[in-house]
């Protein structure tokens, strides 16, 4: 059995999602994790992700790695006791730590390709409710956004604490993303943000505010067909992420770049102090954007269609 699952990167709304504003967050499909599970001749199930360095039989992991939690946890979805013998291939192009949404994407394809194999194939919200429970072993309280991008492979529009909703594209719309190569800690720099917002609490509820509207307009726009407004709608919103203190002199350097370059508009994407930027640019000049990128200093760059 076979099962894939995209990356996914975050248009707008980051960190004040935390503070219960709308973010929207879209499928990245030029990047993907891929899953093979086939009876094995061999005892027990030997997991193979040679791009993480891994070759293990199960019961040698730790029960809470991140591969071995997923397949202990649909286990016990399905009250399964006796393990069958299995080789479970996983194979990425996502990069890690970079605010693609690797983790979440393995665990989809890892479920999808696994739970027909040992059991019956499971709804999208089942995958979705199972991944969301192995965030949360991993990230504590995520916000659910990843798992739900992911495996429903549609734009999400997301509140904290109420449920989230998928939405169409009016409009295909083009977006390369920058990878400044800097490993950067989510935690660190919403902690960052949560102490500033204790000593300004005014002042950072008026951003947060902004930031929603602009989450909604966008939204609006990509419903109706008109992406070419977002340009802007990333800019004001990159805006606001420097003065909450997460950009940082790479990530400001590539969007200065994008938009020299021509992108409609461009913003850091995540949780900011590095991993990745985007630039919303005419599908004509993409290439020439994610070259002059690579000339300022990213480490990699992707070109995805969104919708």
């Known amino acids: 059995m076979k099962a894939s699952a995209p990356g996914k990167i975050i248009l707008f709304g980051e960190h004040a999602v935390v503070y219960s504003r709308p973010a929207l967050a879209v499928p990245v499909t030029q990047v993907h994790v891929d899953v093979e599970v086939v009876d094995s001749p061999r005892k027990g199930i030997w997991i193979h992700a040679p791009v993480i360095d891994l070759h293990a039989e199960l019961t040698t992991l730790p029960s809470d790695h991140p591969v071995a939690s997923v397949i ?10 006796q393990t069958p013998d299995l080789k479970i291939d996983i194979s990425s192009t996502i990069p890690v730590a970079a605010g693609l949404g690797s983790g979440a994407a393995v665990s989809v394809a890892l479920v999808r390709a696994l739970a027909p194999h040992v059991a019956y194939p499971l709804t999208n919200r089942q995958v979705n409710e199972l991944v969301y429970e192995i965030e949360k072993l991993h990230h504590g309280t995520p916000s659910g956004i990843d798992n739900t991008v992911i495996t429903y492979n549609m734009p999400v529009y997301f509140i904290k604490g109420q449920p989230i909703e998928t939405f169409k594209t009016g409009k295909p719309f083009t977006v390369v993303v920058g990878d400044t190569g800097v490993p950067a800690l989510t935690i660190e720099s919403v902690g960052d943000v949560r102490r500033l917002w204790l000593r300004d609490t005014n002042h950072f509820e008026n951003i947060f505010n ?79 954007v994610a070259s002059v990128l690579i000339s300022a200093g990213a480490k990699r760059t992707i070109i995805t269609e969104i919708g």
Not at 72 to 81: A, G, P, R, T, V
Not at 252 to 264: E, F, Q, W, Y
């Open 72 to 81: 202990l946890k649909l286990f016990q979805f399905f009250d399964i006791s």
């Open 210 to 288: 902004e930031i929603a509207q602009i989450s909604l307009i966008a939204r609006r726009s990509i419903e109706s067909g008109k992406p070419e407004l977002l340009g802007e709608l990333m800019d004001h919103n990159h805006a606001l992420l420097q003065e909450m203190t997460v950009s940082s002199p790479e990530l400001d350097k590539l969007v200065t770049a994008a938009k020299d370059a021509g992108a409609l508009g461009a913003k850091l994407s995540g949780g900011g102090r590095g991993g990745n930027m985007i630039a919303l640019v005419e599908q004509a000049r993409a290439e020439s």
